[in-house]
């Protein structure tokens, strides 16, 4: 594909997962799960309970969504151009 990773985002639901996608380079989006939610995600740009539907919004766990209440493409293009969202 020829992309960087400044030219990419990653979805992880572990703290490994994390880490390695970090190391990576790649601004990384977290979504816990029962066995990984009270792991460390620091250097997430957000981290989720779920990524949401329009019916069935997200809980942010740590950073800051906006006003999204599920994860779209303005989320994304926002997480990805770093506006405001940071952890």
């Given at each position: 594909?020829?992309?960087?990773?400044?030219?990419?985002?990653?979805?992880?639901?572990?703290?490994?997962?994390?880490?390695?996608?970090?190391?990576?380079?790649?601004?990384?989006i977290?979504?816990?799960?029962?066995?990984?939610?009270?792991?460390?995600?620091?250097g997430?740009?957000?981290?989720l309970?779920?990524?949401?539907?329009?019916?069935?919004e997200?809980?942010?766990?740590s950073?800051d969504a906006?006003?999204?209440a599920?994860?779209?493409?303005?989320?994304?293009?926002r997480?990805?151009?770093?506006?405001?969202?940071?952890?």
């Amino acid at each position: 594909m020829g992309l960087t990773a400044a030219d990419c985002l990653a979805f992880e639901d572990s703290d490994n997962g994390l880490q390695s996608s970090l190391s990576a380079g790649l601004k990384t989006i977290v979504t816990v799960n029962a066995y990984t939610r009270q792991q460390s995600f620091a250097g997430a740009k957000i981290v989720l309970d779920q990524l949401g539907e329009p019916d069935c919004e997200f809980t942010v766990l740590s950073g800051d969504a906006g006003e999204s209440a599920f994860v779209d493409i303005a989320l994304l293009k926002r997480v990805f151009a770093d506006l405001k969202i940071c952890v």
